[in-house]
Each structure stands twice: as structure tokens, then as C-alpha cells.
């Protein structure tokens, strides 16, 4: 009798608690306690992760001069601004170089006091032109170079209204903090330098009667490195 009732007792427990499992797995669920994904959520994916670099997705190699000018006339001397941009190796250059060759426009506006005894009542100056630069440094490290250039112009002028086109020949004296280097990536690319600094120039322009060639103009340069980044 002991055996029989120790074997229906097991039964009935075993069954007791086959019941209870299957009640806690039909019972309804509180989706209030789950934690969900926010919206718009996506997993990250495999692999490494590009992002764009900060900054303008395209620049060129350049030369950019700012900078205040003046000249001498028959009125008296005329102040103004002057500027110019161009291509330049050594800001393509991913490199320190000592040698630079570049091309590019120039420009600059001016104004002559009037003069009282002609009846002309203009007296603005404008020329500008296209250059070619050569340019050689004087010392140099690793942060910081000066430079010694000469450069040949062909520009087109109106002076007190007048029109004319000529030549000019100029040489430079430029002191630059800079820094180089050559980047590739799948995202995009930069190569070159960037540059801040100062100039002096001084030269002869053929600008057109009335003025005297010579010219002298200080400011600051500036260089830009070529950067593509689609």
C-alpha cells in the first residue's frame, strides 16, 4: 500500500505542476515593462564608419594677396586696395618647397584728389591684369619660410576715364606660417598647403598718363591647399 501511494502521489504532483507551467506561459504579457527601440533606430552597421571631414568640399591650390596700395599722379598721391589670386605650386605641394611658380589676376582701385583746374571730374584709377610669379625662398623651417619673388604682368587700365594697356614688372618680399601635407581617404582627398603671412611689394606699371609707374603695395597672403571631398 506504501509503494502504490508514494507512486500516486508523484503522479499527482508531477501533474500539478505540469498545470501550473502551461497557465504562466498562456498568461498575458505587460508590454508596458519592455524597453523598445527608439524610432528610427537602426543597428550600426559592420565595418568601418566614414565621416565627411568638416569644411569646404572643394578648393584649388592658391595664392590669395590683400592688401593697400598707392601710387603717385599729376593730382597728388592715390591710396586704394589691391588684390590677387592665383595658382601656385607651392600651395599644391604636399611638401615643404623652396621654389614657387605660379599664375593668376590681379587688381586694384584707387582715388586721386580732384584737381580744380580741369574740368575731367573723375578721379578714380582701376587696373588689373593677368601675372606670372617666380618665387624662391629665403629661409625656411619647419613651420614658418620667407620668400623672395619677381613677377610679370600684362594689365589693362582707366585712369581719370581714360583707357589704357600696358606692362608692369614687380618684386616681393613675403614671410608666411604654414603647414603641409598629403591626406587620401574614400571620402576625399587634400593635398597641399595652408598658409597665413605677410607682403611687401614694390614695381613699375604702365598704367597711363597722368600717373607714375612706380607702385608700392603691403598686406597679407594667404594659400589654400587643393581639397576634394564629393
Not at 515593462?33 to 591650390?61: H, I, L, N, Q, S
Not at 614658418?144 to 608692369?168: I, K, Q
Request: charged share 15%; proline share 7%.
Amino acid at each position: 500500500m506504501s509503494l502504490r501511494f508514494s507512486c500516486l502521489s508523484l503522479a499527482t504532483l508531477a501533474g500539478s505542476l505540469l498545470a501550473a507551467g502551461t497557465a504562466a506561459a498562456d498568461a498575458p504579457r505587460d508590454h508596458r515593462t519592455e524597453v523598445e527601440p527608439a524610432p528610427g533606430y537602426a543597428p550600426a552597421p559592420e565595418g568601418r564608419v566614414y565621416r565627411r571631414r568638416p569644411g569646404p568640399r572643394f578648393m584649388m591650390p592658391l595664392k590669395i594677396d590683400i592688401g593697400a596700395t598707392g601710387m603717385s599722379t599729376d593730382r597728388g598721391f592715390a591710396p586704394g586696395i589691391a588684390a590677387a589670386v592665383g595658382i601656385h605650386w607651392a600651395s599644391l605641394s604636399p611638401t615643404p618647397t623652396d621654389t614657387d611658380v605660379g599664375i593668376g589676376v590681379f587688381g586694384a582701385l584707387m582715388a586721386a584728389p580732384m584737381d580744380p583746374n580741369t574740368t575731367n571730374d573723375q578721379n578714380g584709377i582701376a587696373y588689373g591684369g593677368a601675372y606670372l610669379e617666380l618665387g624662391h625662398t629665403l629661409s625656411r623651417n619647419d613651420w614658418g619660410r620667407t620668400w623672395a619673388s619677381a613677377r610679370g604682368e600684362y594689365l589693362g587700365s582707366s585712369v581719370f576715364g581714360t583707357s589704357h594697356t600696358g606692362f608692369g614688372v614687380t618684386g616681393r618680399l613675403s614671410a608666411e606660417l604654414y603647414t603641409s601635407g598629403v591626406g587620401i581617404e574614400p571620402r576625399g582627398l587634400f593635398l597641399g598647403t595652408y598658409a597665413i603671412g605677410v607682403y611687401a611689394e614694390a614695381g613699375l606699371r604702365d598704367v597711363g598718363p597722368g600717373v607714375n609707374d612706380f607702385t608700392a603695395t603691403a598686406g597679407l597672403t594667404f594659400r589654400t591647399p587643393l581639397v576634394i571631398a564629393p
